[in-house]
T-cell receptor, first 114, second 109 residues
Framework: IAGITQAPTSQILAAGRRMTLRCTQDMRHNAMYWYRQDLGLGLRLIHYSNTAGTTGKGEVPDGYSVSRANTDDFPLTLASAVPSQTSVYFC?????????????FGEGSRLTVL | GQNIDQPTEMTATEGAIVQINCTYQTSGFNGLFWYQQHAGEAPTFLSYNVLDGLEEKGRFSSFLSRSKGYSYLLLKELQMKDSASYLCAAMDSNYQLIWGAGTKLIIKP
């Protein structure tokens, strides 16, 4: 039972480099999300996708981009990483948007930008 | 603005009961969620309340008062494995989740 798989689990990155965090789900959920989690702060939504082919901006989208070419994959790209993007990134999915009640999260990707 | 408040940290004894409070202010309201997150792991869903009252699920119960903008998570018969952070999240009128910073629960023997 895989659920949501994120890669890499951990990465150290030089500032200015481009980085893509991968997220794949096998539950055929329509909606997918990218969050970042920082110490002392709640989860903050970066981008979301309610269905394949559509994406939307969350609370903190600047410096990040996403694509949703199919149901299963939802990669997050940092075009030019900056130290403030050091964080733990969680990908999540739900059946029909979060109003169904339950988000399923991946195990997270810990990113350090130096 | 939209805001979720919950205590940063709580300590309780194995076998006891603990109540974790959460107050929220959102633009509209479509439900209140509780998630559990063990250190270094992903959050996992615990409960969802949209109507006033208490929802019981085994050792865990969640309460909601919409008029007061208040919820609590009640954990009974605490076990060491309950040591984790508990995240409160409220859904606003746009069905966006607003997350609290989490309450770290420390269980002592």
């Amino acid at each position: 039972i895989a659920g949501i798989t994120q890669a890499p689990t951990s990465q150290i990155l030089a500032a200015g480099r481009r980085m893509t965090l991968r997220c794949t789900q096998d539950m055929r959920h329509n909606a997918m999300y990218w969050y970042r989690q920082d110490l002392g702060l709640g989860l903050r939504l970066i981008h979301y996708s309610n269905t394949a082919g559509t994406t939307g901006k969350g609370e903190v989208p600047d410096g990040y981009s996403v694509s949703r070419a199919n149901t299963d994959d939802f990669p997050l790209t940092l075009a030019s990483a900056v130290p403030s993007q050091t964080s733990v990134y969680f990908c999540a999915s739900s059946e029909q948007g979060a109003n169904t009640g339950e988000l399923f999260f991946g195990e997270g990707s810990r990113l350090t930008v130096l | 603005g939209q805001n979720i408040d919950q205590p940063t940290e709580m300590t309780a004894t194995e076998g006891a009961i603990v109540q974790i409070n959460c107050t929220y202010q959102t633009s509209g309201f479509n439900g209140l969620f509780w998630y559990q997150q063990h250190a270094g792991e992903a959050p996992t869903f615990l409960s969802y309340n949209v109507l006033d009252g208490l929802e019981e699920k085994g050792r865990f119960s969640s309460f909601l008062s919409r008029s007061k903008g208040y919820s609590y998570l009640l954990l009974k018969e605490l076990q060491m494995k309950d040591s984790a952070s508990y995240l409160c999240a409220a859904m606003d009128s746009n069905y966006q989740l607003i997350w609290g910073a989490g309450t770290k629960l420390i269980i002592k023997p």
